[in-house]
């Protein structure tokens, strides 16, 4: 897999040269990968700075003329035909700039917080970057030391494109007044600053769901988790944002063939599987059209002693609520191939689809089946992680499992 990436080492030595930012090159990593049979290539790197920090580059393929063009704002390797951007340069995002900047970001944050602080006045910003995907979408943690209080306020913000932005903009205030009662507690929704692209929203304390897996409370808890995602999905809210799924088949076809292409030794498999998992999406029944998370896995299901808290609502939209409970089965999958956590697999399952219908339970079992083939790819997108190749091994067999078996 690695030969198809770029040699770190030429990534190195064209940094070393051109990159003068006190990194330790000699530890520089891929933080995640998307490459493609028709030359695309995007890299996210990852590097220790000076004083320990992690600094960012995001890396394209680009033409010998688009690399010129662009040398003046990014760095550009003739040799390796890379583009570097260095975080918080965003060709997509231009507002990571300000909204990485502790100082800049006190008196907006002063502004788009006063009508839930009374006018109070911050004396300080902290600012950590939590997830950051090139052109795409930043979400960032936010350590505010208001004048008048003891102790400092956490509040976090999603930066993100314009028109993903403005699509998104009042979809969690939507979706927590049609939530009341709702088993999973959701972050509030404190401001957006239109500029920046920047939604800003609360904190919700508790531990992800996925640090429970060997507890004994597991189980259960993925039963009550199951139960409230059901109850999720039956809200009566209506989103702007919506998921076609017309375009599954194709987006399914692309991710095969770049998968394919990136782990090469099991290309025949992956193209096979490919090939089944279309055709099995294509005769599935049809989805209602509900309220989706859209990215719904127990690392975004917080546990707080009994109270449960779902967060990471960026995603959510209208579309099909087996996707959903496919894709924490996928990843409740490979938790159990690697801590034995089966149980809350199948107590997470059951407890939703004793409240669902039959056609619910048809289109969980392909979209699982999906699921479980698109997390093999995300597996290999991560190259330096320690078992990227042995994981997607798990999820490909689990993938096949299904398709053969069922769930």
């Known amino acids: 897999m690695r030969s198809r990436l770029p040699d770190l080492e030429g990534v190195r030595g064209f940094l070393r040269e051109s990159w003068d930012a006190g990194a330790a090159l000699d530890r520089l990593g891929i933080k995640h990968v998307r490459a493609g049979a028709d030359g695309s290539l995007r890299v996210l790197y990852e590097v220790p700075g000076r004083g320990g920090e992690v600094l960012r580059l995001a890396a394209r393929r680009v033409s010998p003329d688009e690399g010129r063009r662009a040398a003046g704002s990014a760095l550009y390797a003739p040799d390796l035909g890379l583009l570097f951007h260095v975080f918080p340069a965003d060709r997509r995002l231009p507002s990571l700039a300000v909204a990485t900047d502790a100082r800049a970001m006190r008196p907006v944050l002063e502004a788009a917080l006063a009508g839930v602080r009374d006018g109070a006045a911050l004396s300080a910003v902290g600012v950590e970057v939590l997830r950051y995907k090139p052109e795409r979408k930043c979400l960032l943690r936010y350590e505010l030391h208001w004048e008048d209080a003891a102790a400092p306020e956490i509040a976090y913000a999603r930066v993100a494109r314009a028109a993903r932005f403005e699509r998104n903009r009042d979809a969690l205030r939507r979706i927590r007044e049609a939530a009341d009662g709702l088993a999973f507690t959701l972050p509030e929704s404190l401001a957006v600053v239109p500029h920046l692209g920047m939604e800003l929203f609360s904190h919700v304390p508790g531990v992800r769901l996925f640090t429970l897996v060997e507890t004994p409370a597991f189980p259960r808890l993925c039963a009550r988790v199951g139960a409230a995602l059901h109850e999720f999905h039956q809200l009566r809210v209506v989103l702007d944002a919506e998921r076609d799924p017309a375009g599954d088949g ?35 029944p049809p989805p209602s059209r509900r309220l989706v998370h859209g990215d719904f896995h127990g690392d975004n299901v917080l546990v707080d002693g009994e109270r449960l808290a779902l967060v990471d609502l960026e995603d959510c939209a209208m579309g099909d609520p087996a996707d959903d409970v496919a894709l924490n089965w996928a990843q409740l999958t490979w938790h159990a191939a690697r801590t034995g956590g089966g149980p809350g697999r199948e107590a997470f399952l059951h407890a939703y689809l004793a409240r669902s219908d039959a056609a619910t339970a048809e289109r969980v079992r392909v979209r699982a089946a999906i699921q479980c083939f698109l997390n093999a790819y995300q597996c290999v997108r991560h190259p330096e992680a320690p078992a990227a190749v042995e994981d997607a091994q798990i999820m490909l067999a689990a993938c096949e499992r299904v398709l053969e078996r069922g769930l």
């Open 250 to 284: 194709g987006a399914l076809r692309r991710s095969a063939q770049d998968f394919a292409w990136l782990l090469g030794a099991e290309a025949a498999r992956i193209e096979g599987l490919g090939r089944t998992l279309a055709a099995a999406l294509a005769g599935a």
